[in-house]
Structure formats: C-alpha cells, structure tokens
C-alpha cells in the first residue's frame, strides 16, 4: 500500500524533477491509500497557481485509489503519533502519517518534516 503525500501529486502533475521518482506508485492505483486532507491541499495549491478546472481534473485522477475520510478515531491517532514523534507536525502532515501507519502503507513525500522516519520513502524536493 501507498500513501502519496500532497507535495508529491503536485510535483507529479507539474512534471517536476522528481515526477520520475514518485511515479510508480501514483500510477499503482491498486495499491493506493488516499487521505482526504490531500484532497484539500491539492486543491487549493493547483487552483491557486493554475486553475479550478486543472484541479478538479487532479481531483478525479487521485480518487482512483482508496479514499480516506478524517474520523474521530483517524484524527486522535494523528495527534498521539505527532506527541510520541515529538515532531511538532502540521495538522495535514500528522493526518497523513497517521493514515499511512493504520493501512502499513509506504508513505511516498518531498516534505522533510518526515524524513528518517520508518516507512517514509522521501525525497527532496529540486528546483
């Protein structure tokens, strides 16, 4: 299983430098989790710097895989994760490792908040 972080569906549809690294398992819809907050992020950045079309257009392409709401049991485990981490991580960052670690799903990012953690493969993000 496979958690795409929102950096890395941007960087897979604005073909960035790294587009290459991360496209297996954007493309291995099978095997991908999908935490809904991805949604907003994408969203909101793709809009914001190309248009509302291109990102429902992103939107329809991410729901391909599995579609992970926000619950009250989802949402709690993010705020443990991020104590025991002691990491400080954003709202969105906390949710999304939380969703990775309850499906043991490999968490694909360019955001260094996660780097060296166990089951993250990262990535830096090139110019």
């Not at 929102?6 to 496209?23: L, T």
């Not at 989790?33 to 190309?50: D, Q």
């Not at 709401?69 to 990491?87: F, I, Y």
């Amino acid at each position: 299983m496979n958690v795409i972080d929102s950096s890395v569906w941007i960087e897979y549809y604005d073909d960035g430098p790294n587009s290459d690294f991360f496209s297996a398992p954007i493309q291995d819809r099978e095997s991908l989790v999908l935490p809904s907050i991805c949604l907003y992020e994408v969203y909101t950045w793709v809009s914001r710097h190309h248009s509302e079309v291109a990102a429902r257009t992103i939107l329809a392409d991410m729901q391909q895989g599995m579609l992970v709401a926000l619950d009250s049991s989802l949402a709690v485990d993010a705020a443990r994760l991020s104590l025991e981490l002691d990491l400080d991580l954003p709202l969105a960052d906390s949710v999304i490792l939380a969703t990775a670690r309850a499906y043991e799903a490999v968490l694909w990012t360019q955001d260094a908040d996660f780097k060296g953690l166990p089951g993250v493969r990262f990535r830096p993000h090139r110019s």
